[in-house]
């Protein structure tokens, strides 16, 4: 039973096409992320959020809106794709985020802009 | 300066060779060291925690956290073909953001 699912696993989208990634979480946790990893495998946190409420928001272009619907799940747009966004995207769940607990990551999603 | 920095490698070593990977940070105030491995395209996962100083053994792995000099450690004994992945240290000020900081990761492959 998978505890931390993305939709889709891989994208290949041309330069200024918006484009959406899903995220949905079965742990019953309170808090969930979206990370960038780039081909040098560095992974930035981008945003995270408690309760349905954002709680970090990182250095991140305003072309990327994440959206909440409830816990469970966490999606991610990405509107004007440029070239320099392609990476793997991933998600990732925790207990909560008072500090100490391990996130639990999906499957990652592989987006390439051409 | 980062806030946790981790030589990338690659690291390649033959099968039963014991690798050392380690992190340093400049942030006092962090109170909790894990190590993430992240097999090729899969996510990364949770594979040894520790809180403050001190060491923690699990089968083949120990991890080490020198709070003093900011510097933890990883070491595999007797390695195997099946770690071979890419390694990530993290770290976490134990905030209410429940942030970690990742190191950028060594690439680690152990040869039969």
């Known amino acids: 039973d998978t505890a931390v699912s993305q939709t889709p696993k891989y994208l290949v989208t041309q330069m200024g096409n918006d484009k959406s990634i899903k995220c949905e979480q079965n742990?019953?946790?309170?808090?969930m992320y979206w990370y960038k990893q780039d081909s040098k495998k560095f992974l930035k946190i981008m945003f995270s959020y408690n309760n349905k409420e954002l709680i970090i928001n990182e250095t991140v272009p305003n072309r990327f809106s994440p959206k909440s619907p409830d816990k469970a799940h966490l999606n991610l747009h990405i509107n004007s794709l440029e070239l320099g966004d392609s990476a793997v995207y991933f998600c990732?769940?925790?207990?909560?985020?008072?500090?100490?607990?391990?996130?639990?990551f999906g499957p990652g999603t592989r987006l390439t802009v051409t | 300066q980062k806030e946790v920095e981790q030589d990338p490698g690659p690291l390649s070593v033959p099968e039963g060779a014991i690798v050392s990977l380690n992190c340093t940070y400049s942030?006092?105030?962090?109170?909790?060291f894990m190590w993430y491995r992240q097999y090729s395209r899969k996510g990364p996962e949770l594979l040894m925690y520790t809180y403050s100083s001190g060491n923690k053994e699990d089968g083949r792995f120990t991890a080490q956290v020198d709070k003093s000099s900011k510097y933890i450690s990883l070491f595999i004994r007797d390695s195997q073909p099946s770690d071979s992945a890419t390694y990530l240290c993290?770290?976490?000020?134990?905030?209410?953001?429940?942030?970690?900081?990742f190191g950028r990761g060594t690439q680690l492959t152990v040869w039969p």
């Open positions: 742990l019953g946790h309170d808090t």
């Open positions: 993290a770290i976490d000020r134990g905030s209410t953001l429940g942030r970690l900081y």
């Open positions: 990732a769940s925790s207990q909560d985020a008072s500090g100490g607990y391990e996130q639990y």
């Open positions: 942030n006092s105030a962090f109170q909790y």
